[in-house]
């Protein structure tokens, strides 16, 4: 073992979070604030991936301009998703449950009767397909990429839900929305745009996920059982989510590197749900109860 191994397994490590994190971010927010278990959220991820590749097809733009376009075209479904069906299913976690799963049956069907079963592809800038070759360690672009673009999008979210007076809104309506209420806090209006930027950010999660793997209508429950995961482990906040993906990739990368990715996996998620057993609220509770 030496240190260029090590060096690119800690990358990999990196990577891997990102893609976590990556794709659990929205759901983190949607169930953190709303406490709305989104079953479509693969689906939301899905649609990010199309959007990005139709903009690229009928419109010829390029893929940086994809991404932000992506969050506002899934959000603002997501926005839809939220009035006319999740706004009325609120404290009814089950019905909420089976209502967003039925959501993700009707996106997926619709997205293959519109444009087929068949792989779509997203293209890249030619820089994002190259490595970078640092003596011990050999880097792929668009792994960085991913990486920096995660980075921005956790900044992004803590400042507009800890900096800004909409997240006092959002923090206030997640632990009482009653008294939030008797000081004119519209909490119908806060789940509508807090549903919408979960979305949003699901849509940018697709563009990126888009570019490094094919586009198919199934694509998103690949990526949705980790999110969930990453969000429970994590205890439902952002914080704990950030964690929880640092920690799962760097082990999932570190089990690869001894045995193979299949098996890393498998450990992975063992390891999760008897981390879950003996501490079911995440590694960072709430603390405070939905009212």
Known sequence: MDIGSITSAVFLGLSIGSVFLVAALGLAIIYGTAGVINMAHGELIMLGAYSTFMMQTVLGLPFFICIPLSFVIVGFIGYLIE???????????????????????VLMQGVRIIFGSDPKYVEVPSFLS?????????LSTFRLFVMFICLIMVL?????????TFGIKVRAVTQNKD????FGINSSR???ITF?????????????????????PTMGTSYVVEAFLMVVAGGGGLLGSILASALTGQIQSAFAFIYNDTYARF???????????FRPQGMISAGASRR
């Open 83 to 105: 009035k006319v069906l999740i706004s009325s299913l609120y404290n009814r976690p089950l019905d909420t449950l089976l209502a967003t799963w039925g959501v993700s049956l």
């Open 130 to 138: 190259t490595n970078i070759d640092l003596g011990i360690v050999n």
């Open 156 to 164: 992004a979210t803590w400042y507009l839900f800890y900096r800004t």
């Open 179 to 182: 008294m939030a209420a008797s």
């Open 190 to 192: 806060i789940y509508s």
């Open 196 to 216: 919408a930027i979960g979305a949003g950010l699901a849509g940018v999660a697709g563009s990126l996920f888009g570019a490094m793997n094919i586009v198919l």
């Open 267 to 277: 450990l992975v998620f063992v390891l999760i749900v008897i981390f879950l057993r």
